[in-house]
C-alpha cells in the first residue's frame, strides 16, 4: 500500500501509512524498508534534513542497501550522498583489524519482531508482554539500571505468582509500569501468538487465564501512544524527530568532552519535549530546539 500511494503521487498518505506500520513489532528488514520509503517521501514533499536522517537511520542498519523502488535522480544523488556520510562516519568504517564494528543504533542491537510465546496462560502472557515491553523500551534505548531491575523482579513475581491476590498486585505492578514508560504489547499480537501454541502445550483451562492487555489512549491529554512514546495524534512527525535525536545522540563522541554531558543533558531534554508535544505547531517548536542544538554543538 505504501509504494502504491508513493507511485501515484499520494505522499502524505503514504508517510501516514509508514507511521501506522511502526505501531507494529518490524524485523529488521522491515524497518529499513520503511526507512527507505520515507526518506523518498519526505524529500518528495520537501523536507530534505528529515529525509536524510530517514536514509540514514536504513543506512546504519544495513550500509550497502539500495532503494526500493525507481526514483529521480536528485533523491538518487541525494541518497548516494547520505551513504556517504555514513561511510565515512568512523563508527560505521571497518576497523583495520577486518570486523565490521557494530553500528551503535540502538535498534540495530534490540531484539526485533514478534515475539513467541511457550503457553496460554496468564503466566505465559505476562511474561510474554514483559519480553515486549524490554523490546520496545530497548529500541527507545532505555536499557539498564531501574528499568532492568524492574523487570527483572516483574518476571520473577509473575513466575512465583500463585494467589489471586499476588496476581493482581503484579499485575497492577506492570501496568503501571506501561504507563509511566508508554510501552503498550498490542492485545491482538498476543492473540496471535496465543494461536501458534501447539495443542499439546495447551493446558486445562488456560483460555478462561489470560487477560485482555491495556491499550494507550488516545487523547492528547492523556497517555503516550507509539513505540517512542509519542502521542497518537501527532506520531508519525513526533517518531520522525525522534529517531533524528536517535542519530544526533550517536553522534555525541564528536563533541568535545568537556561540553559532552551538557550536550547529552540538553538531547535528553529535547526528547522529552518531543515525546509530550500533541500538536503540530509543538512538534515544529521542538524541531526548531533540535536544529538550535546542532548549531550549538555541531
Known amino acids: 500500500m505504501i509504494s502504491l500511494a508513493h507511485r501515484n503521487g499520494e505522499y502524505e498518505q503514504a508517510l501516514d501509512l509508514i507511521g501506522r506500520a511502526r505501531q507494529h513489532p518490524l524485523d529488521t528488514h522491515e524497518l529499513v524498508l520503511l526507512s527507505l520509503y ?25 550500509p550497502e542497501e ?24 568512523p563508527s560505521t568504517t571497518t576497523p583495520p583489524g577486518g570486523k565490521q564494528k557494530p553500528s551503535s543504533t540502538a535498534s540495530s542491537n534490540c531484539p ?30 532505555i536499557r539498564g539500571g531501574e528499568v532492568a531491575k524492574s523487570l527483572s523482579a516483574f518476571k520473577a513475581q509473575v513466575s512465583e505468582a500463585g494467589s489471586p491476590t499476588e496476581w493482581v498486585r503484579v ?9 509511566e ?14 494461536s501458534l501454541v501447539p495443542e499439546e502445550r495447551w493446558e486445562l483451562g488456560d483460555e478462561e487465564q489470560d487477560v485482555t492487555l491495556p491499550a494507550p489512549l488516545e487523547s492528547p491529554d492523556e497517555e503516550p501512544a507509539s513505540l ?3 502521542r497518537a495524534a501527532v506520531a508519525p512527525d513526533c517518531e ?24 547529552r543533558t540538553e538531547l535528553l531534554r529535547l526528547g522529552r519535549k518531543v515525546r509530550e508535544a500533541f500538536s503540530s505547531e509543538k512538534l515544529q517548536a521542538a524541531s ?3 536544529e538550535a542544538w546542532q548549531s550549538r554543538w555541531h
Not at 68 to 84: A, D, M, N, Q, W
Not at 122 to 137: I, K, P, T
Not at 181 to 194: C, E, I, L, Q, T
Open 228 to 230: 517512542f512514546g509519542c
Open 288 to 290: 526548531r530546539d533540535i
Open 112 to 141: 526485533s519482531g514478534l515475539i513467541m510465546t511457550h503457553g496460554r496462560t496468564l503466566r505465559a502472557q505476562q511474561l510474554w508482554r514483559l519480553a515486549m515491553m524490554e523490546q520496545m523500551l530497548c529500541v527507545r534505548d
Open 66 to 89: 539500495k532503494l526500493p523502488t525507481p526514483v529521480s535522480p536528485k533523491i538518487e544523488r541525494h541518497f548516494e550522498t547520505v551513504r556517504k556520510k555514513v561511510q565515512m562516519d
Open 38 to 62: 520515507e526518506g523518498i517521501l519526505l524529500y518528495e514533499v520537501g523536507r530534505f534534513v528529515e529525509s536524510g536522517d530517514a536514509f540514514e537511520m536504513a543506512l546504519l542498519i544495513q
Open 171 to 179: 499485575i497492577q505492578e506492570i501496568d503501571q509500569f506501561a504507563k
Open 181 to 194: 514508560y508508554s510501552v503498550y504489547p498490542f492485545d491482538a499480537d498476543w492473540k496471535h501468538v496465543k
Open 240 to 263: 520522525r524527530l525522534m529517531r533524528r535525536l536517535m542519530l544526533l545522540q550517536n553522534q555525541l563522541s564528536g563533541v568535545a568532552s568537556a561540553n559532552r554531558f551538557t550536550a
